[in-house]
């Protein structure tokens, strides 16, 4: 009985290949410093060249793993075609996908432009189909794969003023559910986590208004926001054989928002 439980082994991602979309910064950088942790080579993909370039060279330096930084704008169909090439061209495999890029544009709905609505929509769900989209190929050649999309609680419940980004979040849980059943046949699981309230770059403009401390205290049964380190757990989990029997779910990491 004991043989047949590895135990700790199936969180080892040595030799694996993960690409991290939006990895230069915040939840996105947290998750690919988490992975290489665990001894996954990375891709960090983001628009900034610059900025990835300086982070992957950080992460593999830190983590003795090899890392590169690969530029793009993912809701462009030959950018995010190019990244899948680039992976495989210097990595010879693409074992894990995290779509962790992502914009809030925050407004009641009749403040919001549609150019702002589409320009969420763009990044958030066009952008998380077309890097899985780009990758499935690849993945579907090796039958095997881990698709680890970013979706949030306001995925699950809503929020006044934020129509565009839960929207979005909406549409990410459904792709991810959509797509766990269509790549179950090719051993491809499709997972997402939904984060609750962490202290990003994107909330920090928000983060220091008395209302906004006062919301997350009494919205999180935890009572405070997350910590970047917090997220890596979950992502380590959803690329590793430890999660093995997953595929289209949903991980919450929020605090206890959506106990409440």
């Known amino acids: 009985m004991l043989d047949s439980l590895p135990g700790i082994k199936l969180f080892d991602l040595s030799k694996k290949t993960a690409i991290v979309t939006g990895g230069s910064k915040g939840l996105g950088l947290a998750m690919a410093a988490g992975l290489a942790s665990a001894g996954a080579n990375l891709l960090i993909v983001n628009r900034n060249e610059k900025d990835g370039f300086i982070i992957a060279e950080k992460i593999a330096k830190t983590y003795g793993v090899k890392a590169l930084a690969f530029a793009a704008d993912i809701s462009k169909e030959e950018q995010t075609d190019a990244m899948a090439a680039f992976a495989m061209e210097n990595f010879g495999s693409i074992d894990i996908l995290i779509n962790s890029a992502g914009i809030n544009i925050r407004g009641a709905i009749d403040e919001v432009s549609l150019e702002d609505f589409n320009k969420v929509m763009e990044v958030n769900v066009t952008g998380s189909w077309l890097c899985s989209r780009s990758v499935i190929p690849h993945m579907k050649a090796q039958k095997s794969g881990k698709i680890i999309n970013l979706a ?5 419940v809503g929020l006044a003023n934020r129509t565009p980004y839960t929207s979005s979040k909406g549409a990410v849980v459904q792709m991810t559910r959509a797509l ?3 790549l179950a046949p090719f051993d491809i699981k499709v997972n997402a986590i939904c984060p609750g309230p962490f202290l990003t770059e994107m909330n920090i403009p928000v983060a220091d208004d008395p209302a906004t401390k006062e919301f997350i ?3 999180t049964a935890l009572g405070r926001w997350g910590e970047l380190k917090e997220i ?3 992502a380590i989990f959803l690329a590793s054989e ?3 029997y997953m595929t289209g779910s949903l991980l919450t990491v929020d605090g206890g928002w959506t106990a409440k």
């Open 152 to 156: 949030s609680t306001l995925g699950l």
């Open 180 to 182: 766990g059943i269509e």
């Open 217 to 219: 205290i009494g919205a």
């Open 232 to 234: 890596q757990g979950a």
């Open 242 to 244: 430890a999660a093995n």
